[in-house]
């Protein structure tokens, strides 16, 4: 079972076929297929059942955290579980899974059993093994071609011999191999690419010789594989890819290897209606280009114009009107804009406002008390910002709702209370703030003048941000 990027910073991932699902016409011939589990510290009380984009059943859970699912004629699928995070479960007819998940410790909690659980079993542990390779992709960056070659060569055979090995002793269908078989190789695939692009941002690519063999895959791509098309493992391979297309079509405009700029951005969505085909791959694609763009963009006539563009390639209605939306809750957090004067609440229960407590270089950060390894990760980072830029004043915002633990959290963990506080209404100022990703900050200069509306705390840009914004005092 593999995670995909969220939404949150991790979601589960496995990985299917292409078909449908009918749970609504049953048929006395048909076989039966079960889903159930156990949600060890819920955050509601219901999981949502879908498939692709559509939302097929809302399924509730007793008061033990269990839920339980069954359907006549269920075709082989990627169906998706949602509990706060996204569970991507591959099923087959006549399979009986069940899954225990603790929402606390996401990846280590997660337990499969019954039918069609070794399935899923092995497509979690090649999660795990290319989660634990591209821990390493950092340092490797620092090889040659020939020697980065050698290093992820081999962790892909040893991949596919897990794979033979498998299919020798289970016999799964070709729906499963063909998925298994696509996670090995776009993972593979994508650590070339992202190689390439590591060497294009350091500007030495033209000093470097490529192996003649190094990027021969590029010859027999399928980008319009319709059994793949919702693989998140299938887009990230497809969207670094054409990162490294789109470089080539602008860098005369644009020699620096920038995947957020605007003529990055025109090029890749020009080269996704020219290369995909798949109607809903190709859309997706685009929706997902322009809202990465937006999100770091702050040239309001560059936003409009790109939209444009969007809209004239993607005549999906609704992804239109999502992105117009988008592109409206961006604008209001661009370079220059004033930070929006949102209502808090201190760890005393006193309230106050965003820009009453911004009297200095301001760096806001975002928590929430569920997420725990998340939070203590994310203020450990803040200590050791602090010590290396102590002119900027950085303050948390917890995003949840319970006032009673996140003041509790705060006392108990040590962290400045005077530097931390809650949302008051916290659906609004998410939208308001545009609160994104678990590891969103924004640099707010003395006044509440936005100087970046969308950075990354645990981006490798972001203390040269940090520093930038210091010496052009």
């Known amino acids: 079972m593999l995670r995909q990027p969220k939404l949150t910073k991790h979601l589960l991932f496995i990985l299917a076929c292409s078909c449908f699902l ?10 039966t297929t079960y889903l159930g589990g156990q949600i060890i510290n819920p955050k509601m009380d219901y999981v949502l059942l879908s498939h692709e984009d559509k939302r097929l059943d809302t399924i509730a859970l007793n008061t033990s955290g269990a839920f339980d699912f069954q359907c006549e004629n269920l075709q082989t699928n990627l169906y998706i579980i949602k509990h706060g995070e996204l569970q991507y479960i591959f099923i087959e007819p006549g399979d009986s899974i069940m899954f225990r998940l603790n929402t606390v410790g996401f990846d280590e909690s997660l337990a499969f059993s019954g039918r069609g659980a070794e399935k899923n079993n092995f497509l979690m542990n090649l999660f795990l093994q290319n989660e634990e390779e591209d821990k390493r992709l950092k340092e490797l960056y620092k090889l040659n071609p020939t020697a980065f070659e050698k290093e992820i060569a081999h962790t892909k055979k040893r991949l596919l011999t897990d794979l033979d ?12 191999i063909h998925i298994a078989l696509a996670n090995i190789n776009y993972n593979y695939y994508s650590r070339k690419e992202l190689y390439l692009s590591s060497k294009k941002r350091a500007n030495n690519n033209n000093k470097i010789k490529y192996p003649e063999n190094f990027f021969t895959y590029r010859d027999s791509l399928d980008l319009n594989d319709n059994t793949l098309k919702n693989y998140y493992t299938y887009h990230q391979f497809i969207n670094r890819y054409l990162d490294n297309l789109a470089y080539q079509g602008h860098t005369k405009k644009e020699p620096t290897f920038n995947k957020i700029s605007y003529e990055h951005q025109i090029q890749k969505l020009k080269l996704i209606d020219s290369l995909i085909t798949n109607k809903q791959l190709h859309d997706n694609l685009l929706q997902n280009t322009v809202k990465r763009y937006l999100v770091h963009a702050d040239d309001s006539q560059k936003e409009h114009d790109l939209v444009a563009l969007f809209k004239n390639l993607d005549h999906n209605e609704a992804h239109q009107k999502d992105v117009e939306r988008y592109a409206y809750n961006t604008s ?10 949102l209502a808090l609440i201190t760890v005393n229960n006193v309230i106050t406002s965003l820009q009453k407590i911004n009297d200095s270089k301001t760096v806001f950060f975002f ?42 959290t705060v006392i108990s963990s040590g962290y ?3 530097n931390e506080y809650q949302l008051k209404n916290s659906t609004a100022a998410k939208n ?12 707010v200069d003395k006044g509440g003048i936005i100087l970046e509306g969308n950075s990354n705390l645990f981006k490798q840009n972001f203390e040269s941000l940090l520093l930038g914004y210091l010496n052009k005092k």
């Open 416 to 418: 400045n209370q005077a």
């Open 367 to 408: 928590w929430d008390t569920k997420s725990v390894k998340h939070y203590k990760e994310i203020h450990v980072r803040i200590s050791d910002l602090k010590t290396k830029y102590p002119e900027y004043t950085f303050v948390g915002i917890n995003t949840g709702t319970d006032f009673s633990a996140w003041n509790q």
């Open 432 to 443: 308001a703030l545009f609160i994104n990703s678990a590891n969103k900050a924004m640099i």
């Open 22 to 31: 009918s749970c609504n016409n049953k048929d006395k011939n048909g076989v």
């Open 165 to 176: 090995e498998f299919i020798i002793s289970e016999k799964p269908s070709e729906a499963f």
């Open 332 to 341: 209001k957090i661009n370079a220059g804009e004033l930070i929006p004067n």
